[in-house]
């Protein structure tokens, strides 16, 4: 977990070499989704996604990361946003999703 941890550090940073970012960006996700299959609990799932989507979108709102990086991060963002869907459990779940849909729709862009 603590590897995930880390990996999402540096993708919330993002390198200057693209090659590098696009290989970190998918060893994140694949990480992600790993640890939550481990996970028995919809619960706990959605909370590992629900936090991968959140990363992404950080950085992707973060002025001083490369614009390419945050393209790439803006071009994944669909994949841990869907699987968190599957795993809301209850409405307070939806409604935290459906805040960040919200935010990331009436957000000014950071010249993406």
């Known amino acids: 977990m603590s590897s995930i941890r ?3 550090q540096r993708v919330r ?4 070499d693209d090659v590098l970012n696009t290989v970190f960006l998918k060893n994140y996700l ?3 989704t790993c640890v939550a299959n481990l996970l028995l609990r919809d619960r706990d799932k959605f909370s590992v996604y629900k936090n991968a989507v959140e990363v ?4 992707l709102c973060a002025p001083l990361v490369s ?3 945050r393209h790439s991060c803006l071009d ?6 869907l699987k968190a869907e599957r795993y809301a459990c209850d409405e307070s779940d939806r409604i935290a999703l459906a805040r ?3 935010d990331m729709n ?5 010249d993406l």
């Open 100 to 102: 960040i849909k919200i």
């Open 30 to 32: 694949d990480g992600v």
């Open 13 to 16: 940073i993002g390198y200057k």
């Open 76 to 81: 994944h963002l669909y994949k841990p946003l």
């Open 67 to 69: 614009q390419q990086w």
């Open 56 to 59: 992404l979108y950080e950085t």
């Open 106 to 110: 009436t957000r000014e862009s950071v």
């Open 6 to 8: 880390h990996t999402a």
